[in-house]
């Protein structure tokens, strides 16, 4: 009678896991609801495969939607209309400049052999393009500025129109596979308070983004970050990268992790962020001495600001540079200075005065610069242009005189696992594990020592494209 009660009890257990385990079966399982993962589900699902989206917040967009919204293209219709020559050459060496050749050359060149059908293929799916502009580390204007509320709801309506099933608040946490193999076969996820089985006949794609959220990882690959401020999406938490790392994919890049330079220090989103240095502006400590060659890339730029006394740095700035510094999209300068964060006075001293700073050294440094504008080079910091390579430095001579007080913010992780050129997830021995695919800020190899602007917005779009396009065709 015991054995029967026991055995009845057990069945009972059975059956009632079963009716709250669910499993759902697709060709195609995508893990984030940011751009690499909007257009692996497009790409997908334009090859006719059922797809399911999986985000974990109740919203999309993950760090994307809080982005500048500068996608990097080169020979854009939009570039030719403006008379800006450019091509895959000119973007494909940059890059490599860029990233001190620390980038794989065969993930840049899948970057360059897709990027301008990437470009039409977005305009497609509904994404609007609205400016182009110069950012970090590109000598001519190649970055496309989107809306980036208009871009997210573009992808996820062509998404939703094509059949996929986009589910938030569904968080992934473990990659299932193949018993006894690697072959990766779905995704476990949490839904809701309950367990649920999303079975991928074709394959998962991973474009769960960054971890910029997430100090132990940082900690554990770039502890100099420890002082820069973090300003991701709520979700960018490293959960691809650890499901990855547990079936043994490489990971790439993480030294080179950097902070952007130009962020106002009690600054809360992108729009209190200025370029003005790449118009002209100097950069001085608070010794009001100058340190860095501010030409080169503003993560590189970070590195050095976040090395200066306090981590602090001002964009010192004349009534000149302003005006053709509120051309950037990039530095809202005027919007700035309603919001009280940037310091004027009629004279350099003054300015000095305001920010704490010794007006000795401040005036001394400014002559000194002038002086080195005048001979067209900077023999102090290097400084020979004015944003890699373009542009002629200027004099600071027209008062009203201008600081931004900035530092470095994190905006992205840029290293990750690694990927072949078709998106497929390798392991620590070089091989491929069968069946999954990364693509976006999750993913390493693209950038190596150093980001273009564009370039990670570029990535996922680019990459996404390709893992939704692959998955289906291998
Ligand atoms: C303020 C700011 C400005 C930037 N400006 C630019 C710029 O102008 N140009 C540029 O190129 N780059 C820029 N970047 C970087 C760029 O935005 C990102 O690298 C890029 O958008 C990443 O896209 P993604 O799709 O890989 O990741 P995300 O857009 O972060 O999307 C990942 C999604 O996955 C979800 N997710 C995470 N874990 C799980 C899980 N376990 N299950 C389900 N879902 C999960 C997240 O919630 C998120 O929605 C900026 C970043 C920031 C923060």
């Not at 909007?38 to 974990?56: C, Y």
């Not at 059949?163 to 990659?175: E, F, P, W």
């Not at 820069?228 to 790439?252: H, Y």
Request: with cysteine.
């Amino acid at each position: 009678m015991k054995k029967a009660v026991v055995v009845l009890s057990i069945l009972v257990l059975c059956l009632s896991a079963f009716a709250s385990a669910q499993t759902v079966e697709v060709d195609v399982v995508v893990i984030g609801g940011g751009a690499a993962g909007l257009s692996a589900a497009n790409a997908a699902a334009e090859g006719g495969a059922s797809v399911i989206l999986l985000e974990k917040m109740p919203f999309l967009g993950g760090s994307t939607v809080l982005s500048g919204g500068a996608i990097s293209f080169a020979g854009t219709d939009m570039q030719k209309e403006r008379g800006i020559v450019d091509s895959t050459e000119l973007f494909y060496q940059e890059m490599m400049r860029e990233g001190r050749n620390k980038n794989i050359p065969e993930l840049v060149q899948a970057y360059m052999d897709n990027q301008l059908d990437t470009f039409y293929w977005l305009k497609e799916q509904g994404v609007e393009f609205v400016d182009v502009g110069q950012g970090g580390g590109m000598s001519v204007p190649r970055a496309h500025y989107v809306n980036t509320v208009q871009f997210i709801n573009a992808l996820a309506a062509a998404a939703e129109s094509k059949g996929v099933d986009i589910l938030k608040n569904t968080k992934a946490v473990k990659l299932l596979t193949e018993p006894g193999t690697k072959e990766v076969i779905g995704v476990l996820a949490e839904k809701d308070g309950q367990e649920v089985t999303y079975l991928a006949r074709k394959g998962v794609v991973l474009a769960s983004g960054g971890f910029g959220r997430d100090s132990g990882l940082l900690e554990k690959f770039v502890p100099v970050m420890a002082g820069a401020m973090g300003m991701v999406g709520a979700g960018s938490t490293g959960d691809g990268l650890r499901m990855a790392w547990e079936l043994g994919a490489d990971i790439v890049d993480m030294p080179y992790i950097k902070a952007t330079f130009g962020m106002h220090p009690e600054g809360k989103t992108i729009d209190d962020l200025a370029l003005t240095y790449y118009s002209g502006a100097i950069i001085v400590n608070q010794n009001g001495e100058r340190f860095v060659d501010e030409s080169i890339n503003y993560k590189a730029v970070g590195d050095a600001a976040l090395a200066q006394p306090g981590a602090i740095a001002y964009q010192i700035y004349d009534a000149k540079i302003r005006a053709e510094a509120t051309k950037d999209p990039l530095t809202p300068l005027f919007d700035l200075e309603d919001k009280g964060m940037v310091y004027k006075a009629d004279t350099l001293e003054e300015l000095a005065a305001l920010i704490d700073v010794p007006a000795e050294n401040l005036k001394a440094t400014v002559e000194r610069y002038n002086s080195y504008a005048e001979q067209g080079f900077d023999p102090e910091c290097g400084r020979a242009s004015l944003n890699a390579g373009s542009g002629k430095l200027v004099k600071i001579t027209e008062g009203p005189f201008y600081a931004f007080p900035s530092t470095g913010v994190i905006f992205g992780t840029y290293g990750g696992i690694l990927i072949d050129s078709s998106a497929r997830v390798i392991d620590v021995y070089g091989k491929v594990i069968p069946s999954l695919y990364a693509a976006g800020e999750v993913t390493g190899g693209v950038h190596g020592a150093g980001y273009m602007t564009g370039t990670a917005v570029g990535k996922a779009v680019i990459f996404g494209r390709i893992a939704g396009l692959s998955v289906i065709a291998d």
